[in-house]
Structures are given as structure tokens and as C-alpha cells.
């Protein structure tokens, strides 16, 4: 007898998706996209959309279809990548840079502009970060209510916030979209794409998936192939709403591209509700971007949590937790700039490694699940995605990196794809028999 989840059910998983995946990130990017891109903004969104929501459904499918967690699906390449990959996911999403971002963030745009002028920032951000970081760890100890949490209530709130702020801007628009005089070094698209790497939905997405796996067993499903039918599901009504606030945040950003650059896309919002309906309109903004960011450090922190106490269990969950949001309440009062200008080159080198696992993942039976297919793809990726990431520091290795840029679609920012496919050759070849063999006696 086939398991079946009933559609109010089905729509409350697909809320909790959507807003642990809508956090800081997601609030800030798409307004600065609209405004530097003006004209070419549905460009410059649609690499977005593409490293952000449609790399993350697929990482979630990628784990469902796997078996349990992240680890069946990052095991595919091996331990040792497996061990390398999964660290620095969990560092990156946990106290290094995601979760210090939820803080930071959500006090930038939600308190303040409700400070007086000239008021140092450092204490009340510092009181700030250490109440958000405070209920972060309280909604953390009840995982498994995680759904009426985020489903029932602040996703609705949420979306409400949003879509007042769309229709007023349509209504009242902010200005004239325009053609820019923004030099994009590598195009609207690539830089969509850039900017969908610091939102690390992406990176996110295996973590995750063991929330929404949990979410329908506990509502009786427990069929493999329900799981992965259920999961599809809420993944493509996730990225529809994640879509459709997106290009709502974008149009908003694009209708500034006739002014003065903005500091930030937190800074633009601010501008452009306080243009609508002044203070009113940031105390909107301010709650939907502090509910944003509460939800994915829920989400983060419960992941982060389950995770290692699993791996270590003489570490309990509750111990875990309250270490990692202390941690991350300090971090996240160092500032965000210096996180972002820090973590991109790492993403811009490592993001590329995950996409091809994903990918792969989906053919696995192909090649029998053979760890040098893997294993072969993901080196031949990381050679050239390095020279990536050099490029975003603007280091330079004078004619070779030049001569790796002139590769086939390098131009786009993904020319790692042909390396991919050269290490999926190999690891399918004599040679890649080789390399399995000395991976599986080592």
C-alpha cells in the first residue's frame, strides 16, 4: 500500500523548504542584481536562480535518492573527499559564515535604521546578535516541531511582508529601468551566478535534506519511492515561491538602476521602503528580513546539531548547540564584509566540486556507483576551478591563467565543465579501474 501525504501537509513541508532556503543572503543579492544590472536583470537572475534554488532542490533530491543523509550522497566520491567536502560544508554553513551572516544581516536592515544618527552600532548589535542567537538555540532544542514553527507561522508572515513591498513599488515605482554603466567583468549572467554561490543554498541543500526525509517519516512515510516523489514535489513549489520573490526582490532593485550605486542590497531595501511608506515600511522590512534569518539559523543550527552529535556521540545534541550559537554570536559581530570578501574565492572553488557530485548522482547506476567516476570528475573540476578562484581574488599566474580563460565557456564562469566530462572519461577507462583499485586498498 503506497504512503500518501495529504496536500495541507504537502504545502506545510514545501513552506518550511522555502524559508529555511530564503535567509540573509537571499534578502540582499537580488535587489543589488536588479539595480546593477537595469536592463539585463532577468539575465543576471537567472544565474542566480540557477546556483541558488535550482542547484539546492536538485542537492536535496540528489541525497533522497541516495538513501538517508549527506553522507550517502558525498560518500559516492570516497572517504577521503567525503571527509574534506563535508567540513567544509558544515564550517562554512555553521559558525564561519552562514550563521554568523543571520545575524549581522537581519540587524543591518531590521534595527538599524531605528537607531538614532551618529549612535554607535557595536553594543546594540552586540545585545542584538545575542537575543537572535538566543532563540536560535531555544527553537534548536525542538527540532522535530521545526515544521509548525517555520510553516505555520513565519512563512506566511514572511511572504505577506514581501509581497506588500512588490505591489506598493508597482504601484508607486521608484524610478526608470535603465541600462547601467556597471562594468561587469565577466556579465550579468556570471555574476548571477556569483551571487547565488554566496547565498550557499546550494551548499546547504544536503545538510537540509535530512529535515525534510525526518518531516515525512514523521508523518508516516516511509516508502523509497514515495519519499523521492513527496520530496520532488515540494522541491519544485519551493522553487517556484523562491522564484517568484526573487524576481519581485529584483524588479524592486532594478527600479533603482538610475541612481547612485548603494552600498549593499540591504542598504537599497531600506532606501527603497522608507520611499514608500517611510518608517512604516522599514519596520516591514526589518520583520521580514529578521524572520528570514531566524529560519535558516533554525534550520542551520538543528542540521549542524543532528549531524555531529550522530558522528560523535559522546558530544550530545544539546551541547552542540549551545557551543555553536555562543560561537557564532561572537563571529557574527566581526563584520560581514570581511566574511564575504573572505568566503567567495573559497566557494567559487569549491561550489563546482559539489554540482558535479550532484550530477552524477543521478546517473549512478551507470556506472555502478564506481567511486574513480567520481573521484576522477571532481579533480579534473577542482584543477580548473582553482584558477576560478584565483581570478576572484584577482591573483594571476600570468600565461597560464590566461590560457586556462580562453577554454570553452570559461567566459561564462562554468568552464570547469569540460574538465568534468575529460575526469568522467578517465574515471570510466583502464586507468580510472586503476585509480578504484589503490582507492579501495588504501
Not at 559539489?354 to 573540476?381: N, P
Given at each position: 500500500?503506497?504512503?500518501k501525504l495529504?496536500?495541507?501537509?504537502?504545502?506545510?513541508?514545501?513552506?518550511?523548504?522555502?524559508?529555511?532556503?530564503?535567509?540573509?543572503?537571499?534578502?540582499?543579492?537580488?535587489?543589488?542584481?536588479?539595480?546593477?544590472?537595469?536592463?539585463?536583470?532577468?539575465?543576471?537572475?537567472?544565474?542566480?536562480?540557477?546556483?541558488?534554488?535550482?542547484?539546492?532542490?536538485?542537492?536535496?533530491?540528489?541525497?533522497?535518492?541516495a538513501?538517508?543523509?549527506?553522507?550517502?550522497?558525498?560518500g559516492?566520491?570516497?572517504?577521503?573527499?567525503?571527509?574534506?567536502?563535508?567540513?567544509?560544508?558544515?564550517?562554512?554553513?555553521?559558525?564561519?559564515?552562514?550563521?554568523?551572516?543571520?545575524?549581522?544581516?537581519?540587524?543591518?536592515?531590521?534595527?538599524t535604521?531605528?537607531?538614532?544618527?551618529?549612535t554607535?552600532?557595536?553594543?546594540?548589535?552586540?545585545?542584538?546578535?545575542?537575543?537572535?542567537?538566543?532563540?536560535?538555540?531555544?527553537?534548536?532544542?525542538k527540532?522535530?516541531?521545526?515544521?509548525?514553527?517555520?510553516?505555520?507561522v513565519?512563512?506566511?508572515?514572511?511572504?505577506?511582508?514581501?509581497?506588500?513591498?512588490?505591489?506598493?513599488?508597482?504601484?508607486?515605482?521608484?524610478?526608470?529601468?535603465?541600462?547601467?554603466?556597471?562594468?561587469?567583468?565577466?556579465?550579468?549572467?556570471?555574476?548571477?551566478?556569483l551571487?547565488?554561490?554566496?547565498?550557499?543554498?546550494?551548499?546547504?541543500?544536503p545538510?537540509?535534506?535530512?529535515?525534510?526525509?525526518?518531516?515525512?517519516?514523521?508523518?508516516?512515510?516511509?516508502?523509497?519511492?514515495?519519499?523521492?516523489?513527496?520530496?520532488?514535489?515540494v522541491?519544485?513549489?519551493a522553487?517556484?515561491?523562491?522564484?517568484?520573490?526573487?524576481?519581485?526582490?529584483?524588479?524592486?532593485g532594478?527600479?533603482?538602476?538610475?541612481?547612485?550605486?548603494?552600498?549593499n542590497?540591504?542598504v537599497?531595501?531600506?532606501?527603497?521602503?522608507?520611499?514608500?511608506?517611510?518608517?512604516?515600511?522599514?519596520?516591514?522590512?526589518?520583520?521580514?528580513?529578521?524572520?528570514?534569518?531566524?529560519?535558516?539559523?533554525?534550520?542551520?543550527?538543528?542540521?549542524?546539531?543532528?549531524?555531529?552529535?550522530?558522528?560523535?556521540?559522546?558530544?550530545?545534541?544539546?551541547?552542540?548547540?549551545?557551543?555553536?550559537?555562543?560561537?557564532?554570536?561572537?563571529?557574527?559581530?566581526?563584520?560581514?564584509q570581511?566574511?564575504?570578501?573572505?568566503?567567495?574565492?573559497?566557494?567559487?572553488?569549491?561550489?563546482?566540486?559539489l554540482?558535479?557530485?550532484?550530477?552524477?548522482?543521478?546517473?549512478?547506476?551507470?556506472?555502478k556507483?564506481?567511486?574513480?567516476?567520481?573521484v576522477?570528475?571532481?579533480?579534473?573540476?577542482?584543477?580548473?576551478?582553482?584558477?576560478?578562484?584565483?581570478?576572484?581574488?584577482?591573483?594571476?599566474?600570468?600565461?597560464?591563467?590566461?590560457?586556462v580563460?580562453?577554454?570553452?565557456?570559461?567566459?561564462?564562469?562554468?568552464?570547469?565543465?569540460?574538465?568534468?566530462?575529460?575526469?568522467?572519461?578517465?574515471?570510466?577507462?583502464?586507468?580510472?579501474?586503476?585509480?578504484?583499485?589503490?582507492?579501495?586498498?588504501?
Amino acid at each position: 500500500m503506497k504512503q500518501k501525504l495529504g496536500t495541507v501537509q504537502m504545502i506545510y513541508v514545501s513552506c518550511m523548504l522555502f524559508s529555511i532556503f530564503f535567509g540573509a543572503g537571499n534578502m540582499i543579492f537580488p535587489p543589488n542584481l536588479g539595480q546593477q544590472a537595469g536592463t539585463q536583470a532577468a539575465v543576471a537572475l537567472l544565474g542566480f536562480i540557477i546556483t541558488d534554488a535550482g542547484l539546492a532542490v536538485l542537492g536535496i533530491l540528489a541525497v533522497v535518492i541516495a538513501g538517508n543523509s549527506m553522507n550517502d550522497l558525498i560518500g559516492k566520491a570516497g572517504k577521503k573527499i567525503g571527509i574534506f567536502l563535508t567540513a567544509a560544508i558544515y564550517l562554512l554553513l555553521g559558525p564561519l559564515f552562514a550563521l554568523p551572516r543571520t545575524g549581522s544581516v537581519s540587524f543591518e536592515i531590521g534595527v538599524t535604521p531605528f537607531l538614532p544618527e551618529g549612535t554607535s552600532t557595536f553594543l546594540p548589535m552586540f545585545l542584538y546578535t545575542g537575543i537572535f542567537f538566543a532563540l536560535t538555540y531555544l527553537f534548536s532544542l525542538k527540532p522535530t516541531k521545526i515544521i509548525d514553527i517555520v510553516g505555520k507561522v513565519m512563512t506566511p508572515l514572511l511572504l505577506l511582508s514581501i509581497l506588500i513591498i512588490f505591489v506598493a513599488a508597482v504601484i508607486n515605482p521608484l524610478g526608470e529601468i535603465q541600462q547601467t554603466s556597471v562594468n561587469y567583468a565577466n556579465g550579468p549572467f556570471v555574476e548571477g551566478l556569483l551571487q547565488g554561490y554566496l547565498a550557499l543554498d546550494g551548499f546547504a541543500a544536503p545538510v537540509f535534506a535530512i529535515i525534510i526525509i525526518d518531516s515525512f517519516r514523521q508523518r508516516g512515510i516511509s516508502n523509497r519511492k514515495e519519499i523521492i516523489r513527496n520530496t520532488a514535489i515540494v522541491g519544485v513549489i519551493a522553487i517556484v515561491l523562491l522564484c517568484l520573490v526573487y524576481s519581485a526582490l529584483c524588479f524592486i532593485g532594478a527600479q533603482t538602476s538610475g541612481m547612485e550605486p548603494f552600498a549593499n542590497g540591504g542598504v537599497l531595501l531600506n532606501f527603497a521602503v522608507y520611499q514608500l511608506f517611510g518608517k512604516w515600511g522599514n519596520l516591514i522590512l526589518g520583520s521580514a528580513v529578521v524572520l528570514a534569518c531566524m529560519t535558516t539559523s533554525i534550520g542551520l543550527t538543528t542540521s549542524f546539531g543532528e549531524y555531529f552529535s550522530k558522528m560523535f556521540p559522546r558530544f550530545s545534541y544539546k551541547s552542540i548547540v549551545t557551543v555553536v550559537t555562543l560561537f557564532t554570536w561572537l563571529i557574527s559581530n566581526v563584520g560581514l564584509q570581511m566574511l564575504l570578501d573572505t568566503v567567495l574565492p573559497i566557494l567559487v572553488i569549491l561550489y563546482p566540486l559539489l554540482i558535479v557530485l550532484v550530477i552524477l548522482s543521478f546517473f549512478d547506476r551507470f556506472w555502478k556507483g564506481k567511486t574513480e567516476v567520481y573521484v576522477c570528475s571532481m579533480v579534473f573540476t577542482l584543477a580548473f576551478s582553482i584558477f576560478d578562484g584565483f581570478k576572484t581574488l584577482g591573483w594571476s599566474l600570468g600565461g597560464l591563467t590566461e590560457q586556462v580563460m580562453k577554454l570553452p565557456l570559461a567566459s561564462l564562469g562554468i568552464g570547469w565543465i569540460i574538465p568534468a566530462a575529460i575526469g568522467l572519461v578517465v574515471g570510466l577507462s583502464p586507468l580510472g579501474k586503476a585509480i578504484g583499485k589503490k582507492l579501495r586498498n588504501s
